[in-house]
T-cell receptor, first 113, second 115 residues
Framework: GENVEQHPSTLSVQEGDSAVIKCTYS??????FPWYKQELGKRPQLIID?????GEKKDQRIAVTLNKTAKHFSLHITETQPEDSAVYFC????????????FGGGTRVLVKP | NAGVTQTPKFQVLKTGQSMTLQCAQD?????MYWYRQDPGMGLRLIYY???????DKGEVPNGYNVSRLNKREFSLRLESAAPSQTSVYFC??????????????FGPGTRLTVL
């Protein structure tokens, strides 16, 4: 089955700086890659996603890039703000039916004011 | 629309007790999922239902059973709870009836403690 690895596990940045989180996946047939943000005690919420036919997608201060050849994708957050502090999860949808996602282990991001 | 709802929000069980976690969605989604999230960890899939009438095992199914009662509801049952099942349980759904989407929407979670 699909295996997703996420790095780093923790990330501390100064407010206004950029943050980058990287994920690698194992199933070359995976075609959908969402990113979720989870605040303390809350549910995961989708912040951005990308499909395998696209190399980059941007939404205001967040962007995701996908390199299918290398089987990795990254989340970029620019001009970080304290409210960006949370745990971020990447995921990949492999071959199996049911839109089943495999999640990375998460990155705890702390934005210091 | 309420989205994905879960009951209860919190539960404390003694080892060996049984309980059922309830999940419902009002988005007319075909697929539903149950995950567990241990402290400081990622999300691990327990069971999923690709469509009404079907269920399948995920990554960590041992100790759990599920029922897809109808298109809206997907329940998770612990027959004999163990302390290792202490976790936060999230239900999710995806897939519009027309068009389709991969996006999974999560419920608020059930925080379960087994003593």
């Amino acid at each position: 089955g699909e295996n997703v690895e996420q790095h780093p596990s923790t990330l501390s940045v100064q407010e206004g700086d950029s943050a980058v989180i990287k994920c690698t996946y194992s199933d070359s047939a995976s075609n959908y890659f969402p990113w979720y943000k989870q605040e303390l005690g809350k549910r995961p919420q989708l912040i951005i996603d990308i499909r395998s036919n696209v190399g980059e997608k941007k939404d205001q201060r967040i962007a995701v890039t996908l390199n299918k050849t290398a089987k990795h994708f990254s989340l970029h957050i620019t001009e970080t703000q304290p409210e960006d502090s949370a745990v971020y999860f990447c995921a990949a949808k492999g071959r199996a039916a049911g839109n089943k996602l495999t999640f990375g282990g998460g990155t705890r991001v702390l934005v210091k004011p | 629309n309420a989205g994905v709802t879960q009951t209860p929000k919190f539960q404390v069980l003694k080892t060996g007790q049984s309980m059922t976690l309830q999940c419902a969605q009002d988005m007319n989604h075909n697929s539903m999922y149950w995950y567990r999230q241990d402290p400081g960890m990622g999300l691990r899939l327990i069971y999923y239902s690709a469509s009404e009438g079907t269920t399948d095992k995920g990554e960590v199914p041992n100790g759990y059973n599920v029922s897809r009662l109808n298109k809206r509801e997907f329940s998770l049952r612990l027959e004999s709870a163990a302390p290792s099942q202490t976790s936060v349980y999230f239900c999710a759904s995806s897939g519009l009836a027309a068009g389709g989407t991969d996006t999974q929407y999560f419920g608020p979670g059930t925080r379960l403690t087994v003593l």
